[in-house]
Nanobody, 128 residues
Framework: QVQLVESGGGLVQAGGSLRLSCAAS????????MGWFRQAPGKEREFVAA??????????YYADSVKGRLTISRDNAKNTVYLQMNSVKPEDTTVYYC???????????????????WGQGTQVTVSS
């Protein structure tokens, strides 16, 4: 089972940028679909972005609310997935979680239940 550790969260002003990182253990990182979710207190976990590689082709998926502002990427040599957050908004404030899934395909990418491994989360706070 892969283990995930997020970092990079913090306080940022609205309109600013932040980069989250998620370091994964294990030798098979490149075979996982990696996703970022976020969850505010009292709310359901919300899909943010995912990146999958199948047959050497990388596919990315984004929630409509973050398209054009957030970018997911991965470095398989470093076993790390990133979430570059640009033009952040106060509504981006919450805890962000990294997750790993053995499933491929768009339907699985968006679904939290498809992810078997989760990090502990990192807090992002956007001030207005």
């Amino acid at each position: 089972q892969v283990q995930l550790v997020e970092s990079g969260g913090g306080l940022v002003q609205a309109g600013g940028s932040l980069r989250l990182s998620c370091a994964a253990s294990g030798r098979t990182f490149s075979t996982y679909t990696m996703g970022w979710f976020r969850q505010a207190p009292g709310k359901e976990r919300e899909f943010v972005a995912a990146i999958a590689i199948a047959w050497s082709v990388s596919s990315t998926y984004y929630a409509d609310s973050v398209k054009g502002r957030l970018t997911i990427s991965r470095d398989n040599a470093k076993n790390t997935v990133y979430l570059q957050m640009n033009s952040v908004k106060p509504e981006d404030t919450t805890v962000y979680y990294c997750a790993a899934s053995r499933y491929f395909g768009e339907a699985h990418a968006y679904t939290a239940a498809s992810y078997a491994a989760w990090g502990q989360g990192t807090q992002v706070t956007v001030s207005s």
